[in-house]
């Protein structure tokens, strides 16, 4: 996680929270190709070695008629676990989540019907919370389907108390941002963090991981944008520096110059 000290700082601070049973919002956001999936995989990690329960989900634009696509995503795995006790878990005012999360749920999109099942899932939630820290992960929540959204918001405004973290993760400069979304982020309990583009020594040493060789300064410019104010993204520099490795044995070849090794060779010689 090169340059990304502060954000890590910040997301080790929201997932602490969980275990002391202080709840809260972790929200990831910045332009495509920042680091935003990997943050939030920062955090997962973190949690996962404190013993945290963690529910994961990513939403995708495909699936956003699917009502509770992504809730049955963040539950699914948890209670096929066989040491949950699920019978417990769904138990009281939980007993409605069922309808939800069952092998056929039913789901309709009457309001009165939609606030019983939030009200389900969020006791569903809490019941969980009660035995051991949630941290719960969405990548891509503007791309979240509307009943999702809503069982985040409704969780989200009801967190105060639990051992539990919602942490989102978004593109930003997307149409179609919900004002669900809006809300999460805007929350009280929300922490967001904003991942800065790479500085030019992070960007040297991510080129120079990659090529295994001391970066050409124009190559270097390239991939920041050609007049160096405007970074590029990680994944698009390692992924240049990539494309860069795997071309430079080609042009050897045509061209006849030495190899990393140092070890010359004449335009008739056969590669090694």
Request: hydrophobic residues 45%; proline residues 6%; glycine residues 10%.
């Amino acid at each position: 996680m090169l340059d990304r000290e502060a954000e890590v700082a910040a997301i080790e601070g929201v997932v602490d929270r969980a275990l002391v049973g202080d709840a809260g919002v972790l929200v990831v956001r910045g332009p495509a190709g920042i680091g935003k999936s990997a943050l939030l995989r920062v955090a997962e990690r973190l949690a996962d070695e404190q013993g945290v329960i963690v529910l994961r989900a990513r939403a995708a634009p495909f699936e956003r008629e699917f009502p509770y696509g992504v809730v049955r995503q963040l539950f699914e795995p948890v209670f096929a676990r066989a040491d949950l006790p699920v019978e417990e878990l769904f138990s009281g005012a939980a007993t409605g989540a069922r309808a939800v999360l069952g092998d056929e749920p039913r789901v309709s999109v009457a309001p009165d019907s939609l606030f019983v099942g939030l009200h389900a899932l969020y006791w569903l939630t809490v019941n969980l919370a009660t035995h051991w820290p949630l941290l719960i992960c969405v990548d891509d929540v503007i791309c979240c389907d509307e009943a999702s959204l809503r069982y985040l918001e409704f969780l989200v405004r009801r967190l105060e108390g639990m051992a539990a973290v919602v942490a989102l993760a978004y593109r930003t400069g997307e149409p179609g941002a919900s004002d669900v979304v809006d809300a999460l982020v805007s929350d009280p309990l929300a922490r967001v963090v904003q991942p800065r583009p790479l500085s030019e020594a992070a960007l040297a040493g991510m080129v120079e991981s990659e090529l295994g060789e001391e970066v050409d300064p124009r190559f270097l410019r390239g991939v920041r944008g050609g007049d160096g104010r405007k970074p590029a993204a990680g994944d698009r520099v390692a992924a240049g520096a990539r494309g860069r490795a795997r071309s430079a044995p080609r042009e050897r070849d045509r061209t006849g110059a030495t190899d990393r090794r140092g070890c010359g060779r004449s335009g008739g010689e056969a590669a090694p």
